[in-house]
């Protein structure tokens, strides 16, 4: 069974960085396409970033355009997502999530237990 593990998430002040990972126990014919959503408690899930797993192309939410940058080392199993100029709007629970599209926060046929990301004025 395919699983995500996350790490990274914390506390910091806008402006600053973060950088996420997610390590993935196993590629297969469904995870063809890994990423990150998040959710706010009480609002709906907004698509962040994701990446082919198996062409290295990219995609990411109008919102952190030019802030956050996916990327991935396929011998580790590990995407990550580097998150710079944060913004207090950044705050939320960040998962990790895999499947077979582009579009994850809806789609993902597996996502991680979520780790709280959380960006102070």
């Known amino acids: 069974q395919v699983q995500l593990v996350e790490s990274g998430g914390g506390s910091v002040q806008a402006g600053g960085s973060l950088r996420l990972s997610c390590t993935i126990s196993?590629?297969?014919?469904?995870?063809?396409?890994m990423g990150w959503f998040r959710q706010v408690s009480g609002k709906e899930r907004e698509g962040v970033a994701t990446i082919s797993t198996t062409f290295g192309g990219t995609l990411y939410g109008d919102s952190v355009k030019g802030r956050f940058t996916i990327s991935q080392d396929k011998s580790k199993h590990t995407v990550y997502l580097q998150m710079n100029s944060l913004l207090p709007e950044d705050t939320a629970m960040y998962y990790c999530?895999?499947?077979?599209?582009?579009?994850?926060?809806?789609?993902?046929?597996?996502r991680g237990q979520g780790t709280q990301v959380t960006v102070s004025s």
């Open positions: 196993q590629y297969t014919d469904r995870t063809n396409f």
């Open positions: 999530a895999a499947g077979d599209m582009w579009e994850l926060a809806s789609t993902s046929r597996y």
